[in-house]
């Protein structure tokens, strides 16, 4: 299974991605076992968007796929 690093990397790869649709269930256990915080530890809250990419959330995918405007 892929992990946030991943989903990184395929967004550096792929900057032309319009939507990333993501398990809510693979979300949650990447966010468990790598917390998203900032420059002071904190926990950040995430938004509906990864990396200035809207997010869809979606039982399809097992992890996560990138959409593009013609998908």
Known sequence: MRA???????????????KIKMNEGWFGEQIRNR????????????TLNF????????DEVE???LKYEDD
Do not use: C, R, T, W
């Open 63 to 65: 992890d996560f796929e």
């Open 51 to 58: 990396m200035g990419i809207p997010v869809e959330f979606s």
């Open 35 to 46: 917390p998203i915080v900032d420059e002071h530890g904190d926990p950040l809250m995430m």
């Open 4 to 18: 946030f690093k991943d989903l990184e990397m395929e967004i550096f790869l792929n900057d032309d991605a319009a």
